[in-house]
């Protein structure tokens, strides 16, 4: 039983290091993508229930030169740690912001583009002041930006992060409250927060309509959020059933699968045309 002990541990201390080499060697290739054009956006149409396209969700991808495709929920945790989402952030800002504007005559014209914002980010001292920075080099109207914030950002440091939602608003940037119902957050905190739309979490679409007390809390979300002003978008929309139901429940704006998969920038003048067919 020692013998065996000894060599279970020494198979963890190894299985250890072998993580770390990896988050190593990820970091240090994640360095190298941003200077390399490895990294591209996709962008995902958010439809609203009368079918006009309210905007694009822009998704990082990154095409990794030895290891192929390798997901953003790999590397964004790990970019956070280090840091390094902070220069990816700022790259996904400009990208977007420029690809929206290219488009900006096969759009509807008040399009927006949504941008997902790390916790790092918007917690930084200099965060809006980049923020404007940005939003004045690429010429992109703080009006068709929104900015998605998840619920435990807004939980942490809730005075700094009320401020800087004020600040926000102030300039016309909408802000959106992203995987919503996944933290532990009491509905009664959305009063307090300066927020535009509320983007339910893709858990709480999936079991729609068979599991009655999903679609009793989905209801309850949107007809709250319609009392605080808010738009409700329903994340992960796969099947015409969860659609369905959902606009039944009221509803706004749609993303997911049934839709539009997220797509690369050159596919969204196609994908326009095709709708109009
Ligand atoms: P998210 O913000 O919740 O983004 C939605 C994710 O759901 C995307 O995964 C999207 O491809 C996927 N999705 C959309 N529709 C459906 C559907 O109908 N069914 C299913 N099963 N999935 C659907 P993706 O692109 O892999 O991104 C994963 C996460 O990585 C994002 O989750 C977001 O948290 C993070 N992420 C992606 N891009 C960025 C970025 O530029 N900055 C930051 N900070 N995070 C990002
Ligand atoms: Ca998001
Ligand atoms: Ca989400
Ligand atoms: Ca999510």
Redesign the pocket.
């Known amino acids: 039983a020692k013998k065996q002990g000894r060599n279970s541990v020494q198979v963890f201390t190894h299985e250890i290091n072998t993580k770390l080499t990896q988050r190593l060697m990820l970091r240090n290739d994640l360095q190298d993508a941003i200077t390399q054009e490895q990294l591209n ?2 962008y ?1 149409p958010l439809i609203h229930r009368n079918g006009v396209v309210k905007g694009f ?5 990154w095409q990794h030169p030895v290891k192929g495709f390798i ?3 790999r590397f ?1 945790p790990l970019a ?1 740690q280090t840091g390094q ?1 902070v220069a ?2 700022q790259w ?1 800002m400009k990208r977007a912001a420029r690809d929206l504007l290219a488009l900006s005559d096969s759009l509807p014209h008040d399009c927006l583009i949504s ?4 916790p790092l ?1 918007f917690h930084r001292a200099d965060f809006l002041q980049t923020l404007a920075e940005t939003l004045e080099a690429t010429d992109l109207p703080a009006i068709r930006l929104e900015l ?1 914030l ?1 619920e435990g950002v807004l939980m942490n440091d809730t005075e700094g992060a009320i401020a800087t939602l004020h600040r926000l608003r102030e300039m016309g940037v909408h802000v959106a409250i ?2 919503f119902g996944t933290g532990f957050s009491s509905l009664s905190y959305l009063r307090h927060l300066p927020v535009d739309t509320l ?1 339910i ?2 858990s709480f679409i999936t079991h729609l309509p068979d599991n009655r007390k999903d679609t009793a809390v989905v209801g309850g979300i949107i007809d709250l959020a319609h009392h605080l002003g808010l738009t409700v978008v329903a ?4 099947t015409r059933e969860q659609h369905q139901t959902l606009a039944a429940l009221d509803c706004d704006v749609f ?4 839709l539009a ?2 797509m690369p920038y050159g596919s969204l003048v196609d994908w326009l045309e095709s709708r109009k067919l």
């Open positions: 956006l996709y995902q969700e822009a998704l990082l991808r997901s953003p929920g964004i956070e989402i990816l952030g996904v941008v997902n914002l790390s980010q998605e998840t992203d995987d983007k979490d893709r994340e992960g929309v796969e993303q997911g699968y049934l998969h997220p």
